[in-house]
């Protein structure tokens, strides 16, 4: 039996008015160029969308992962977008193109890439999700809540077929070569949350049930690694297959009903809440943001991608959003403190290395003496 892949292919390249979304000519080239693929037999379908300012490829094939084909129509499809937001003055216009030619990947090259190969079942629900202003590591908190926590997902205590538990493949994306750990819940699930809880650095690449089902994929690129210095958030996409053994649609979403705080959002140097949401507000605006995140769902039917809806564009979600807006106005009162702003450490602009060395000479002992006065007691003072 032929297996489907299914590649959601994601880069920044371009937006308007600002960081704030995909202009819709971007849209119809990247839609032109995937339908070329489709007749030159190089995916089967596609959808082509959105997630704030990130162009978002979903692909469909039977290629297999990482195909060279179909990566070079993704990086094809993206450098005509960036030729004419170029030509256009889009605003950041190739900013995720990090490399001048096509090597057979896109990993490494600037965009983000999930996928997941699988026999089809009888039905194939699946879910695409697609964040923007945010960190892959975004995803460890909803994705453990999906898989591991019977407080979420009620199928893992109720469902025989979910009763064994999943295994989280876990990257260390702070390593120069891909590192990966392979760990199972519920058997070691307080040393996953050991190494999830560092969002920063242990990213959740699949997730696969107890038996080897594959369930979740998850793309782990970090531009910033990539680049070597700031180049925009990673802006992560989520692939998850659901029903039939495996959590339900219904409990998929309901892991993301508490906005969690990310790290990203202005200049990916604050934390704030992932506030889920509808395509119609699938652009970042309020000081860039809050970072957000769209669902959208399909059936997978013989290669073919039947939908999407709109997961997040219903009422449900009408209380996390306001939440997370309430998050929002308090976090941003605190202005340029911690821990709204990041740790310097992993900020994704800062000043603070050049404040320091303008400064450097006039960090000296000090002695308080009476009357307010200070008196400079270090050796180069004597
Ligand atoms: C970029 C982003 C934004 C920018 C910010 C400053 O993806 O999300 O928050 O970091 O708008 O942009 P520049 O430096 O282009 O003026
Ligand atoms: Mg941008
Ligand atoms: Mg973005």
Known sequence: MVETTISVIKADIGSLAGHVVVPDFILDIARKSLKEGVEKKIINDFHVTNAGDDLELIMTHFKGENNEEVH??????????????????????????????????????????????????????????????????????????????????????????????????????????????????PEESYDVLALLGSTGRYTIKKVYRADGMVTASVSTDKLHNIAGKYVGKDDPVAIIRAHSGLPAMGEVLEAFTLPHLVSGWMRGSHIGPLMPVGLKDSRCTRFDGPPRVIGLGFQVSNGMLIGPIDMFEDVAFDITRQRAME???????????????????????????????????????YEVVPKGKVKDTSDSAK
């Open 72 to 185: 070079k129509l993704a990086w094809d499809t993206f450098m005509k977008g960036t030729e004419k937001a170029r030509e256009m003055k889009i605003y950041a216009a190739g900013q995720d193109i990090l490399a001048d030619t096509f090597s057979g990947n896109v990993k490494g090259m600037g965009p983000g890439s999930a996928e997941m190969t699988f026999e089809e079942r009888k039905s194939e629900p699946i879910a695409v999700f697609m964040a923007d202003k945010t960190e892959p590591g975004a995803y460890n908190f909803p994705l453990f809540r999906m898989y591991a926590d019977p407080f979420n997902t009620a199928g893992l205590v109720i469902d025989p077929n979910l009763h064994d538990g999943f295994r989280f493949v876990i990257q260390d994306i702070k390593t120069d070569i891909p590192s990966f750990i392979e760990m199972k819940c």
């Open 327 to 365: 998050i929002v106005d308090y976090l941003r009162r605190h202005g340029p403190f911690m821990p709204h702003r990041l740790h310097d450490q992993d900020m994704e602009y800062t000043t603070l290395p050049d404040v320091l060395v303008k400064y450097e000479k006039r960090f000296v002992d």
